[in-house]
C-alpha cells in the first residue's frame, strides 16, 4: 500500500511538474511566436521608384519631401529613390525590365504603360486599386493608362490641354472678354477679326505647334477631337477620313492666313504669349507657373485679370473634348512587394504631403476628387475651371504598343498639311497606307 501510495505521490508531481514545464514551454512558444509575428510586421523593405521629376533641379527636393514623410508613416519601408532623366525615362525602363530589375514602382508619360503593358512588365491595377479608389477618378484620366481593358496606371498628377485666352487683347480686337468661343464656328470668325484688328501690331489669334518634336501632336490631339477625327485609336490608322482631312485642312488655313506663327515649339509660342502676342492656345495648368517666370507682372491676381482658360471649342460632333494628358504611375508585374507599392503610389496620390509638397507646386491637379473638393490651394479661377469644366472632358489616348512609330508619321502629316503645298487628299492616303503597315491592316 504505501508503495501504491508513494506511486500516487510521484505521479501527482510528475503530472504537476509537466504541467508547470508545459506552462512554461508554452509560455516561451508564445513569445516567440509574438516575437516572429512582431519581426515579419516590422520586416526591413526597400522598394524601389523610378521618377524624372527626382532629377530636375526644381522638383527634387519637393519628392524627397514625399518619400520621407511616407517612409515616416512606414518606419519598415525604404523607398530608394531612382532619378532618370525624363528623356532617358523610357528606354530605361525598357532596359531594367528586359535585364530583370524593374523598379517597384515608376513614373509613367502618354503611351509607356501601354507599351509596357502589352510586355506583361506591368501589373493590372484593378483589383489592387479596389472600386472606391477608383470610383474617385475622372474616367478619362482612367482610360489613358488602359490597354485591353487592363488597368497599368493611374494618375499621378492631371494636366490636361485646354483653352486658354488673352482677356485684354479678346477686348482689344472688339471681342467679348467673359465669352470666350465656345464652337469652332465662333473660334473662326473670332480669329479673323483678331487677324484684322491686332495682326498689323503682331498679334497673332491662335498658337499651333507646327514643329516635328513629339508634343506637337499632344498639342494637336484636341483639336483633332473637334472635327471629330480618331486616328490611331483601337490599334488601326484611322487617318483617311474626311474628320482627318478636316482637321488638317483646318490647320492649313490657319497657317495661310497668318492665324499662327509657323515653324514654332510650344516653348516659343508660350515666350509670345506672355509678350501679348497670341490671343488663344491650348495648353495645360501648369501655364500659369510658365507665364509667370517669363513675366513677372503676372504675378498674383494680375494673372486672372489677364487670361481665362476654359473647355475646347465644340466642333462637328457636338461634344467638348481633349487628351487626358497627365503624369502616371505604375507598378511593376515582377515587384515582390506590391501591396507596400501600392501603398506607396496611393501616397503619392492622394496625402497632404504630396499633394502640396509637390503637385500643386508642380503645376498639376490632383488626380482623386475628394483631394480638390474644398482645398484653398486650389480656389483660384484656373484651377476652378479645370476641376468643374475641363476634367469631365478629358478622353484617354490611342495609345498603345505602335503608338511611338505610329505618332511620328502622323507628325510629319501635320508638318505637311502646315507648311507644304501638297494635297491633303495626298498627304491623309500616303500617311494611311504607311500607318496601316504599321499596325497590320
Known amino acids: 500500500m504505501r508503495k501504491t501510495k508513494y506511486f500516487y505521490v510521484?505521479?501527482?508531481?510528475?503530472?504537476?511538474?509537466?504541467?508547470?514545464?508545459?506552462?512554461?514551454?508554452?509560455?516561451?512558444?508564445?513569445?516567440?511566436?509574438?516575437?516572429?509575428?512582431?519581426?515579419?510586421?516590422?520586416?526591413?523593405?526597400?522598394?524601389?521608384?523610378a521618377n524624372w521629376v527626382s532629377a530636375e533641379d526644381a522638383t527634387k527636393e519637393n519628392v524627397s519631401k514625399v518619400?520621407?514623410?511616407?517612409?515616416?508613416?512606414?518606419?519598415?519601408?525604404?523607398?530608394?529613390?531612382?532619378?532618370?532623366?525624363?528623356?532617358?525615362?523610357?528606354?530605361?525602363?525598357?532596359?531594367?525590365?528586359?535585364?530583370?530589375?524593374?523598379?517597384?514602382?515608376?513614373?509613367?508619360?502618354?503611351?509607356?504603360?501601354?507599351?509596357?503593358?502589352?510586355?506583361?512588365?506591368?501589373?493590372?491595377?484593378?483589383?489592387?486599386?479596389?472600386?472606391?479608389?477608383?470610383?474617385?477618378?475622372?474616367?478619362?484620366?482612367?482610360?489613358?493608362?488602359?490597354?485591353?481593358?487592363?488597368?497599368?496606371?493611374?494618375?499621378?498628377?492631371?494636366?490636361?490641354?485646354?483653352?486658354?485666352?488673352?482677356?485684354?487683347?479678346?477686348?482689344?480686337?472688339?471681342?467679348?472678354?467673359?465669352n470666350p468661343p465656345k464652337t469652332m464656328d465662333e473660334l473662326n470668325e473670332a480669329m479673323a477679326q483678331i487677324k484684322d484688328k491686332l495682326g498689323p501690331d503682331g498679334v497673332y489669334p491662335i498658337g499651333l505647334d507646327t514643329s516635328k518634336i513629339d508634343y506637337a501632336l499632344v498639342h494637336f490631339w484636341p483639336w483633332f477631337y473637334a472635327f471629330d477625327a480618331r486616328p490611331l485609336y483601337n490599334d488601326e490608322s484611322n487617318f483617311n477620313t474626311a474628320e482627318v482631312k478636316n482637321a488638317l485642312e483646318w490647320m492649313r488655313q490657319a497657317v495661310k492666313n497668318e492665324y499662327t506663327p509657323t515653324g514654332l515649339q510650344i516653348k516659343e509660342l508660350r515666350e509670345l504669349m506672355a509678350k501679348d502676342n497670341i490671343v488663344f492656345q491650348m495648353d495645360g495648368p501648369y501655364l500659369v507657373g510658365i507665364l509667370r517666370s517669363l513675366n513677372p507682372e503676372l504675378e498674383g491676381d494680375a494673372f486672372y485679370e489677364k487670361f481665362?482658360?476654359?473647355?475646347?471649342?465644340?466642333?462637328?460632333?457636338?461634344?467638348?473634348?481633349?487628351?487626358?494628358?497627365?503624369?502616371?504611375?505604375?507598378?511593376?508585374?515582377?515587384?515582390?512587394?506590391?501591396e507596400i507599392a501600392w501603398e506607396f503610389v496611393k501616397f503619392l496620390t492622394s496625402s497632404e504631403t504630396s499633394i502640396n509638397d509637390y503637385q500643386i507646386p508642380y503645376g498639376v491637379i490632383p488626380p482623386l476628387k475628394s483631394s480638390v473638393q474644398d482645398n484653398e490651394q486650389l480656389s483660384d479661377p484656373v484651377s476652378q475651371a479645370y476641376i468643374n469644366e475641363i476634367f469631365s472632358t478629358m478622353v484617354g489616348g490611342p495609345y498603345g504598343p505602335e503608338y511611338g512609330q505610329a505618332q511620328q508619321l502622323v507628325i510629319q502629316a501635320m508638318q505637311e498639311a502646315a507648311l507644304s503645298d501638297k494635297p491633303i487628299e495626298d498627304i491623309v492616303r500616303e500617311t494611311d497606307e504607311q500607318l496601316s503597315g504599321i499596325y497590320g491592316q
Not at 509537466?18 to 519581426?39: H, K, L, P
Not at 528606354?91 to 503611351?111: K, R, S
Not at 476654359?310 to 506590391?338: C, F, M, R, Y
Request: proline share 5%; glycine share 8%; aromatic share 8%.
Open 67 to 178: 518619400i520621407e514623410a511616407f517612409e515616416q508613416e512606414h518606419p519598415n519601408v525604404t523607398v530608394e529613390n531612382v532619378a532618370i532623366p525624363f528623356d532617358q525615362m523610357r528606354q530605361q525602363l525598357l532596359t531594367m525590365t528586359a535585364g530583370g530589375n524593374p523598379p517597384d514602382v515608376m513614373m509613367l508619360n502618354g503611351p509607356w504603360s501601354q507599351e509596357l503593358g502589352a510586355q506583361g512588365a506591368l501589373l493590372d491595377l484593378t483589383e489592387i486599386a479596389g472600386e472606391d479608389y477608383l470610383n474617385d477618378n475622372w474616367p478619362g484620366a482612367l482610360d489613358a493608362g488602359k490597354y485591353k481593358d487592363q488597368l497599368y496606371a493611374v494618375p499621378f498628377g492631371l494636366s490636361p490641354h485646354a483653352f486658354w485666352y488673352n482677356k485684354d487683347l479678346m477686348e482689344k480686337a472688339g471681342l467679348d472678354p467673359e
Open 308 to 338: 481665362g482658360v476654359t473647355t475646347v471649342p465644340v466642333g462637328d460632333n457636338g461634344k467638348s473634348e481633349t487628351l487626358a494628358d497627365l503624369h502616371q504611375l505604375g507598378i511593376s508585374a515582377e515587384s515582390e512587394h506590391q
Open 10 to 49: 510521484s505521479l501527482s508531481l510528475i503530472l504537476a511538474l509537466s504541467f508547470v514545464i508545459a506552462a512554461c514551454g508554452s509560455g516561451q512558444t508564445t513569445d516567440e511566436s509574438s516575437s516572429n509575428s512582431q519581426s515579419a510586421d516590422e520586416e526591413q523593405v526597400t522598394i524601389k521608384f
